[in-house]
């Protein structure tokens, strides 16, 4: 219904309501309408999920199927969503919800369970499941016997710890007496077709049980919490071919990195983001790669190839479709049986030789290094799917419109007396050329967010490509003349040539913006110094800061930085208030579940 026809007898508003709906959306520009239409959905998602965790519907409450998803990009949470369509489609009643939103505590009331659940770090939960991870392995968690569970992993196998998290939360339900009635799958980064297939053999799996429930507690069909967005008609699967508008170098010239700012026009599309959101970007991989690959395996460029339903040839399916750059276990074993090489087929059984032999390489190494005649579809069927790259978004749509800008760091690194790149920092960096189409997505994450209050105080940890989603906060909290206070803790090597938006983050503090800024440039004197060090330098601030409402940021580095501010913000709320390890460590996990502490870290 247009708004224009909207009227208070049919919807649920009041005819004032109505009017000023009507003024508000009278002065919205299309790209604001979605956005707001977004929040409000998100909004009202967020209120449902709220009344159903730890409620007791009337009917069925025993007999529902309980869907706990624990997601940090989108992925489980996607695999969730399909999940309880299909089960709905089989008029089985389902709750689908976010372990962020899960008292633990509800555990004791679920007869059927299913977990969806990524795996990042060495192994660890996502952050949305952190709690209830933890909360499984204590005297605390309740026993579940009787209670029928079904775990689905998803992850990446060029990781060591493949799809740790899921088989955690299989062990511990497990160990309190659930039963697995299916399977758990662990699933790789190209998951979308046996995620389906897992979906529907656990779900045969599950029905007998439930419509049995259901019968005997009154068999009403139930649905709760349905993850309402302002979905685009642009997704991961089905991305946009958006204009890249600009591509420009932002380290000096004898700077150690490289790093772009990027900018790539949305105009045409419906695609709205947040500052926190990231962009999933699609890229081509190195057309002299390819050929050389095409070169060693003696494949005719021409020949045709299947993927999927979709037929190709060979060359434009490993430019557009394939994965030749990170390499994972799983290509060099298929690799190794489809050429039989004796020395790869050797690594097959030994996990520690691969991990050590992929470590250095990447796919195309393989090949070069093992070079074997192949048919073009044995060669395809030994790679993945291309995966879309994500970028932690550098702008906000309040000051930028119809525009997204990235921060972007090129991986390069010689290795095997040749230069390498990542595939897709590669491609925008060095083979893109301005004013082509690049194929995005973007991609919501609501664990990252500013506070909705405009007067709460942030800090904001961002060394390094770290920056891009605080210059998105800033432009945001700018637009929005929030008064809250900011503070900006950046680093990277030299301030001559990696001081990212200097001029912007200078002008920003210029104008009251920024109320403080704290750089640390590691190599510019004789002793390293980085973002941690800077905290603990203003360890008192940072906590009176904590101790008056602020939100504190990190993003960036995964590995070392990500850990080592967390372990400084221990040592500072230590220092600050007498507390123990535990204690402090307590402090940050109550931050945490207060939407306080939030990282966006790769
Ligand atoms: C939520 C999120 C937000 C992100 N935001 C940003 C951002 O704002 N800016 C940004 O730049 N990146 C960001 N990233 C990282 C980004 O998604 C890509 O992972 C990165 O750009 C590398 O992708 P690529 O295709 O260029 O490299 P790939 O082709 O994926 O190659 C990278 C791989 O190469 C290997 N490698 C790298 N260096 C070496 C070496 N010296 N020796 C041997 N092997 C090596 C490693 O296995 C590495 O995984 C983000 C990631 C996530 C998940
Ligand atoms: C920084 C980072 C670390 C990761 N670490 C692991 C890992 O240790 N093990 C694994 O199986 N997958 C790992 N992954 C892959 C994710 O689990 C995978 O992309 C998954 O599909 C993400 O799902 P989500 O969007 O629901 O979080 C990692 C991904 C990132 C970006």
Redesign the pocket.
């Known amino acids: 219904m247009l708004l224009g026809q909207l009227n208070a007898a049919a919807s649920p508003l009041s005819q004032e309501q109505v009017q000023k709906l009507q003024g508000l959306v009278a002065e919205l520009n299309p790209i604001q309408q979605a956005w707001v239409s977004g929040y409000l959905a998100a909004n009202a998602n967020t209120a449902a999920l709220g009344g159903v965790v730890g409620a007791t519907p009337s009917a069925g409450e025993g007999a529902a199927l309980t869907i706990l998803y624990g997601s940090?990009?989108g992925n489980s949470k996607g695999v969730a969503t399909k999940l309880k369509e299909q089960a709905e489609s089989r008029g089985l009643a389902v709750k689908l919800v976010s372990m962020a939103d899960y008292k633990p505590t509800a555990l004791k009331k679920e007869k059927f369970l299913t977990v969806v659940v990524s795996t990042y770090g060495e192994g660890e939960p996502p952050e949305d499941a952190e709690a209830l991870h933890e909360f499984l392995a204590t005297k605390k968690a309740p026993k579940l016997d009787g209670v029928k569970i079904a775990v689905i992993g998803l992850g990446d196998s060029?990781y060591e710890f493949f799809c740790q998290t899921a088989k955690d939360f299989e062990q511990r339900l497990n160990k309190l007496g659930a039963e697995t009635v299916y399977q758990r799958a662990d699933l790789d980064v190209d998951y979308d077709e046996e995620a389906v297939t897992w979906i529907s053999g656990a779900l045969d799996a599950f029905e007998p049980d439930l419509k049995a429930q259901q019968g005997a507690t009154g068999g009403q069909v139930l649905s709760f919490g349905a993850p309402v967005t302002a979905a685009s008609q642009y997704t991961k699967q089905n991305p946009f071919a958006a204009e890249l508008s600009t591509v420009q170098k932002i380290t000096g010239r004898d700077s150690s990195k490289d790093?772009r700012h990027v900018e790539i026009s949305l105009e045409g599309s419906d695609i709205t983001y947040t500052p926190g959101d990231?962009l999933g970007v699609y890229?081509l991989n190195d057309e002299v790669l390819v050929d050389e690959v095409l070169t060693l395996t003696q494949i005719d460029a021409a020949s045709q190839v299947k993927i999927a339903d979709e037929q190709l040839s060979v060359r434009d399916a490993l430019i557009e479709k394939l994965?030749l750059?990170?390499?994972y276990p799983g290509f060099v074993e298929k690799y190794a049986i489809a050429t039989g090489t004796p020395e790869l087929l050797k690594l097959v059984e030994d996990k520690a030789a691969m991990r050590e032999y992929?470590?250095?390489?990447?796919i195309f190494d393989v090949i070069r290094q093992n070079p074997a005649k192949l048919e073009a579809q044995t060669l395809v069927d030994c790679l993945r799917k291309l995966q879309a790259?994500?970028?932690?978004?550098?702008s906000s749509q309040a000051e930028v419109e119809d525009e997204v800008h990235?921060?972007?760091?090129?991986?390069?690194?010689?290795?095997f007396g040749s230069e390498?790149?990542?595939?897709?920092?590669?491609?925008?960096a060095r083979r893109a050329e301005e004013g082509c189409k690049v194929k995005v997505f973007s991609?919501h994450?609501d664990n990252f967010r500013l506070p909705a209050n405009d007067e709460t105080p942030v800090i904001m940890v961002g060394p390094?490509?770290?920056i891009?989603?605080f210059r998105a906060f800033l432009q945001e909290r700018d637009a929005r003349e929030a008064t809250g206070k900011n503070w900006l803790f950046f680093g990277n090597p030299h301030f001559t040539q990696d001081f990212l938006y200097q001029v912007e983050i200078q002008g920003y503090l210029k104008s009251g913006l920024l109320s403080k800024v704290d750089v640390a440039f590691s190599r510019d004197q004789a002793e390293k110094v980085y973002v941690q060090d800077k905290l603990r330098e203003n360890s008192k601030a940072v906590f009176e800061w904590l101790e008056a409402g602020a939100h504190f940021y990190i993003?960036?580095d995964a590995n070392r930085m990500a850990k080592d501010v967390h372990q400084t913000l221990v040592d500072i709320i230590k220092e600050n208030s007498g507390k123990n390890d535990i204690d402090a460590e307590q402090y940050l996990k109550d931050l945490r579940s207060a939407n306080r502490y939030q990282k966006?870290?790769?």
């Open positions: 940090q990009t060029s790093v990231s890229f994965e750059t990170q390499s992929i470590e250095p390489r990447q790259r994500l970028y932690s978004i550098a990235l921060t972007i760091g090129l991986v390069e690194f010689e290795a390498h790149l990542g595939g897709c920092s590669g491609y925008l991609e994450n390094g490509t770290g891009a989603p993003c960036g966006d870290v790769y």
